[in-house]
Structure formats: C-alpha cells, structure tokens
Nanobody, 124 residues
Framework: QVQLVESGGGLVQAGGSLRLSCAAS????????MGWFRQAPGKEREFVGA????????DYADSVKGRFTITRDNAKTMVYLQMNSLKPEDTAVYYC?????????????????WGRGTQVTVSS
C-alpha cells in the first residue's frame, strides 16, 4: 500500500509559480506510475499530468502543457509538480495519485491510491 501526502499549495497571483510536492510512503514507490489531478469547485476531477515509473516519460493535459512539469525522485519517494505562468483557471485542489500500471492513464478511476489534496488559488 502507498500513502500520499501533498504539500506546497497556496495563494499566488496570475503569472506566478508554485511547486507542489507529493511524499509517498512504502518501499514500492518506484513501481507506480504517478499522476496529478485537480478538482475545482463544482467540477469533476481532471487529469493534469503523469510520469512513468522511471521518470523517463511524462504526459500532460493540453491546458497545462508547456507551463507545468512533473518530476520524481524515486530515492526520496517524492513526485513534484512545477507550475509556472499560473492562471486563475488553474485554481483547484490538486491531488497526486499512484497507479500500479506502467501506463500513463488520464482517467482517475484507474489510479489505486490518492492523497488528500492541496489547495491552489490563483488570483487575477
């Protein structure tokens, strides 16, 4: 089992940056594809991006491509979401998730473990 804890959220002005972190417990962290999702009030949870087990490949939603970057450090059992050029529409609770599959999947129901989320608010 994997426990995930997100941190790094906060209030930032449009155009600013934030770096979210996700700390994972468990010795098998390197066997999970990791994803980031977000959920705004009144909206469904949506895919932000994912990173493969080795960290060699990433995938992003079109809405964040070129602005957000996912990295991971398997030795530290951490995954990160660097968010640049933030927009008010990026405001949401951000979640990290772990998937036993080797594939980077965009649908939340494929992911096996979830953190509790961290709030990101972007002011205009």
């Amino acid at each position: 089992q994997v426990q995930l804890v997100e941190s790094g959220g906060g209030l930032v002005q449009a155009g600013g940056s934030l770096r979210l972190s996700c700390a994972a417990s468990g010795r098998t962290f390197g066997s999970y594809t990791m994803g980031w999702f977000r959920q705004a009030p009144g909206k469904e949870r949506e895919f932000v991006g994912a990173i493969t087990r080795s960290g060699g490949s990433t995938d992003y939603a079109d809405s964040v491509k070129g602005r957000f970057t996912i990295t991971r450090d398997n030795a530290k059992t951490m995954v990160y979401l660097q968010m640049n050029s933030l927009k008010p529409e990026d405001t949401a609770v951000y979640y990290c998730a772990a998937d036993r599959s080797e594939f980077m999947r965009i649908h939340a129901h494929f992911y096996d473990y979830w953190g509790r989320g961290t709030q990101v608010t972007v002011s205009s």
